[in-house]
């Protein structure tokens, strides 16, 4: 510890910082040459050190796009990434695969005709086309979010239909099967359990309808300690609902979902004067449910299917396809709207051209780290277990994402990766903010919301015209608040303004 100065040294300081005051300033060229960042740096750390952010731990790199370091804090650190882990999937995706590549789901008809009677089975395929649903393609940052329906299923059953009717079937003896041609693997390591109700953590499968989603509303009863009033969509009979979710007084709806099987327990409350609450769920096991639809479809365009399967003698095979649309566009909507299940469907047909036998989270895993480390990233410096950024086990350091950033920069594919990416106050998970900051239209990054940490990781074209590669990484009890990502906005602007 420095002793304390007397009192009459503390006076001759006080003149003698006086004589210094009356100084010439530092000529006007050499201040600007180290003002800058400077003020940035002790912006950053103000923001980032205030007593309301006391439990968070932040973790930020800054810099040029030929590596030249603008601000570092903690930058060599681990953090959980969230989805900004979708950086590194899309980017793998675009130096890998054709932005023109699709996928398919085939409905086919197959057996030997007596009569009006087709004895075999009707099947129906994905090799993981994610866009069997009412989403309109490609993304348009005005566009409402899908309800789930049964209606691109319906195009599909009323397409073969047609051609079963035209070859003068209307009944099929047989199934209607399944064929998931992605490994069963629904769910990355370290995803939490409590995510595994709600839609945002739907499984992962290569037979999908409506993003494996469903639509839960939840009405208030007209009385209170009445049963609130519960309804699915699509409106199909295949789940028993056990509802105990109870009408109380107020405005707030607390839900709980559980899944077994094909019944739902709904629990919680909801209050007396609340608006119907909806909620997107997750459809547990897609392919019974998928199987279930097209017989009451099928039915419904007059082919009748019974479950007694005989063997063919004479081939018939009458098939319609649906296919989705271009990887690109997928991209765009994943990055642009954090589609957790798009953006694992995508690593995992990146494991799928390395190991066709067995594209796991296990194997996905593996080809992100090869593409990381190939990018310049260094071995210690990621852990990712998944594609979208929900597991909870993955780690990542702030420097890893401005070198991922800086190599993509370098690449040819790099116009299709910026504009995948949110634009501040113009689309996406941005939309809404910096609305009203000289920062809006200049970031383009992806986001990221956990509730363990918070991350903004992109490009960003500051005042003066030069882009810079950023990431900011915060964890921590409380670093999933708002003020925490208000916080994040406020470096980010403080970048802008310096450069």
């Known amino acids: 510890m420095t002793p304390a100065l007397p ?128 989403r309109q393609m490609p993304y348009s940052p005005d566009q409402t979010l899908p309800v789930p329906s049964l209606a691109p299923l319906d195009s599909l059953a009323s397409a073969l239909a047609d051609k079963l009717h035209a070859a003068g079937i209307s009944t099929v003896e047989g199934d209607i099967i399944a064929r998931d041609l992605l490994p069963a693997d629904p769910h990355a390591p370290g995803t939490d359990p409590t995510d595994l109700p709600w839609g945002y953590a739907a499984p992962i499968t290569g037979l999908l309808l409506n993003d494996n989603e469903l639509a839960l509303t939840v009405t208030p009863a007209a009385k209170l300690r009445d049963p609130a009033h519960i309804a699915l969509a699509p409106d199909l009979d295949y789940f028993t609902i056990q509802n105990s979710v109870r009408t109380v007084p107020g405005r707030r709806a607390i839900l709980s979902v559980h899944a077994s099987g094909r019944t ?110 190939s990018a310049g990233i260094a071995p210690a410096d990621i852990q990712l277990y998944d594609g979208s950024g929900l597991s909870t086990l993955d780690r990542a350091t702030p420097r890893a994402f401005t070198t991922l950033l800086r190599y993509a920069n370098t690449q040819p594919w790099v116009t299709n990766f910026k504009s995948s990416l949110p634009v501040a106050a113009v689309d996406g998970t941005l939309k809404d903010r910096f609305t009203h900051s000289s920062a809006a239209a200049h970031v383009f990054a992806k986001t990221g919301t956990h509730s363990a940490g918070r991350s903004l990781s992109g490009y960003i074209t500051c005042a003066s015209g030069r882009t810079l590669a950023f990431s900011i990484l915060v964890n921590g009890p409380a670093s999933g608040s708002t003020l925490t990502r208000n916080a994040i906005d406020r470096v980010v602007e403080a970048i802008y303004s310096a450069y």
């Open 264 to 373: 739902l327990s709904i629990s919680g409350r909801i209050g007396l004067h609340a608006a119907p609450d909806t909620e997107s769920i997750a459809l547990p096991d897609p392919s019974p449910y998928i199987t279930a639809a097209l017989k009451s479809l099928l039915a419904a365009h007059g082919i009748n299917v019974t479950a007694a399967l005989a063997s063919s003698a004479h081939s018939i095979n009458i098939s319609v396809t649906h296919t989705s649309p271009p990887l690109l566009d997928d991209i765009v909507l994943t990055n642009k709207t954090s589609f957790n299940l798009h953006a694992d469907l995508i690593l995992r047909h990146l494991a799928q051209q390395s190991s066709p036998a067995a594209p796991t989270f296990a194997a996905s895993a593996a080809v992100l780290r090869t593409f990381a480390i």
């Open 7 to 134: 009192r009459t040294r503390l006076h001759l300081l006080a003149a003698i910082l006086c004589l210094y005051s009356t100084l010439p300033a530092q000529p006007p060229a050499h201040r600007a040459a180290h003002a800058a960042p400077t003020t940035l740096s002790a912006q950053i750390r103000a923001i980032t050190a205030a007593k309301s952010l006391a439990r968070t731990r932040w973790g930020i790199s800054v810099t040029a796009l030929d590596g030249t370091p603008v601000f570092v804090q903690n930058e060599q650190e681990k953090f959980l990434p969230a989805s900004n882990v979708k950086l590194f999937t899309t980017a793998a995706a675009l130096a890998t695969l054709p932005p023109t590549r699709t996928w398919q789901t085939t409905l086919s008809a197959t057996g030997s005709k007596s009569s009006n009677t087709l004895r075999g089975s009707i099947t129906i395929s994905s090799d993981g086309d994610a866009f069997l649903s009412t």
